[in-house]
């Protein structure tokens, strides 16, 4: 049974630190690529940032870039998500996702583009 926990998610104000994980199982995890995503109230899930098969590239929005970085642990089936300098913007609930590794597109962008998901986990972050 495949599953996706994210963990890690809470309460933190603006300039603080958050560290998520993505505890993986049921599947080959180092041959999936990664991503995160987020969905705010009343908007739409958007891309946060993947990470190849062997964690070598990483891939971010731009507005999260120089302040979240994504990196796994392979022999843990983990990924992470290194959130610093968080802003009241970066409020939402964050999904970690995964999708297989085609041997051609290292990492995907859009949700569809993904196989698995977990439950998401709640970051909130106050002014």
């Known amino acids: 049974q495949v599953q996706l926990v994210e963990s890690g998610g809470g309460l933190v104000q603006a300039g603080g630190s958050l560290r998520l994980s993505c505890a993986a199982s049921?599947?080959?995890?180092?041959?999936?690529?990664m991503g995160w995503f987020r969905q705010a109230p009343g908007k739409a899930r958007e891309f946060v940032g993947a990470?190849?098969?062997?964690?070598?590239?990483?891939y971010y929005t731009d507005s999260v870039k120089g302040r979240f970085t994504i990196s796994r642990d392979n022999s843990k089936n983990t990924m992470y998500l290194q959130m610093n300098s968080l802003r009241p913007e970066d409020t939402a609930v964050y999904y970690c996702?995964?999708?297989?590794?085609?041997?051609?597109?290292?990492?995907?962008?859009?949700?569809?583009?993904?196989?698995?998901w977990g439950q998401g986990t709640q970051v909130t972050v106050s002014s």
């Open positions: 996702a995964a999708r297989w590794y085609n041997g051609v597109t290292l990492v995907a962008y859009t949700a569809n583009e993904y196989e698995y």
């Open positions: 990470i190849t098969v062997s964690g070598s590239n990483t």
């Open positions: 049921g599947f080959t995890f180092s041959r999936y690529a």
